[in-house]
């Protein structure tokens, strides 16, 4: 099983800064099979990215991902309110697909 | 547009079984794998399996193999959950998520969510 581990565990930054998550695989990702989510409180993940930089529909260009191997990252360039949650990477190359534990992204 | 609308909480005894319901509508039924992952308290999500729409084969994350089953009833667009031999670490938010038509295994949209609690 790929265990991915998210570093910082919670960043605090304010609107209009720049974010940068990390989430560190224990072996390489298959292929470019590495997907981030989104979750505000109460609230269910939304997909952010997939194929490590690929923004899913609808979301913003201030949010890219980048990376390889075992190293990814998630930037979002100038932080806005509705961006302070939590952040979950997910590698879907190899079952069972794992998620990280999550960066909280607060004021 | 999608929608995955899931059924109610769910209050369990340890060793009870608990069936999760999501129906699926605004989209092509066939085309699109359905995955469940839960979420306790505090966690990031965990991967419990997969179902195939056509057909109906799943498959499943080792740690639940033996103890979930996941169907699927296309008369009404509804896939099932079900964990038998419920444990108090059981306790977290069920959610179904649909897979990409023709992509790897991430998430595009997701059900409300179920939580399934312990009684105890």
């Known amino acids: 099983e790929i265990l991915l581990t998210q570093s910082p565990g919670t960043l605090s930054l304010s609107p209009g800064e720049r974010a940068t998550l990390s989430c560190r695989a224990s072996?390489?990702?298959?292929?470019?099979?590495l997907a981030w989510y989104q979750q505000r409180p109460g609230q269910t993940p939304r997909l952010l990215i997939f194929?490590?930089?690929n923004r899913a529909t609808g979301i913003p260009d201030r949010f890219s991902g980048s990376g390889s191997g075992a190293d990814f990252t998630l930037t979002i360039s100038r932080l806005e309110p509705e961006d302070f949650a939590v952040y979950y990477c997910?590698?879907?190359?190899?079952?069972?697909?794992?998620f990280g534990q999550g960066t909280k992204l607060e004021i | 547009q999608v929608q995955l609308v899931q059924s109610g909480v769910e209050v369990k005894k340890p060793g009870a079984s608990v069936n999760v319901s999501c129906k699926a509508s605004g989209y092509t039924f066939t085309n699109h794998y359905m995955h469940w992952v839960r979420q306790a308290p505090g966690q990031g999500p965990e991967w419990m399996g997969v179902?195939?729409?056509?057909?109906?084969?799943?498959y499943y994350a080792e740690r639940f193999q033996g103890r979930v089953t996941l169907t699927r009833d296309t008369s009404t667009s509804t896939f099932y959950m079900h964990l038998s031999s419920l444990r108090s670490d059981d306790t977290a938010v069920y959610f179904c998520a649909r897979n990409p038509y023709g992509s790897g295994s991430y998430f595009d949209y997701w059900g409300q969510g179920t939580l399934v609690t312990d009684s105890s």
């Open positions: 194929g490590v930089s």
């Open positions: 997910q590698q879907y190359g190899d079952s069972p697909y794992t």
């Open positions: 072996q390489r990702v298959r292929s470019t099979f």
């Open positions: 179902i195939q729409p056509i057909g109906g084969a799943a």
